[in-house]
């Protein structure tokens, strides 16, 4: 049988262990904006892993996983 200390214990190592690999994520969190020719603001993407990354193109992979590539102007913000 189990005292509550153990039993505590033993259900706050699975918790410990998730908060500290999805802490671990390797890289920053970074926003891109991209500027349209027609459009007043630049878009905005949050929370984006860039893949490729040239003068004018930029190939993402944005929070919900739908990965992008533009063609001008963009500018990458940590």
């Known amino acids: 049988m ?3 200390r153990q ?4 259900l706050s190592w699975p918790v410990v262990l998730v908060l500290l690999a999805g802490c671990n994520r390797g ?4 926003t891109l904006l991209l500027y349209d020719s027609g459009a007043a603001l630049p878009r905005r993407f949050d929370d ?5 990354k040239r003068a004018d193109y930029v190939k993402f992979r944005t929070a919900s996983g739908d990965v992008i590539e ?3 102007r963009y500018t990458v913000q940590n």
């Open 27 to 30: 890289e920053p969190t970074k």
């Open 48 to 52: 984006v892993k860039v893949l490729e």
């Open 2 to 4: 189990l005292t509550l």
């Open 7 to 10: 039993f505590l214990a033993a």
């Open 70 to 72: 533009f063609s001008g």
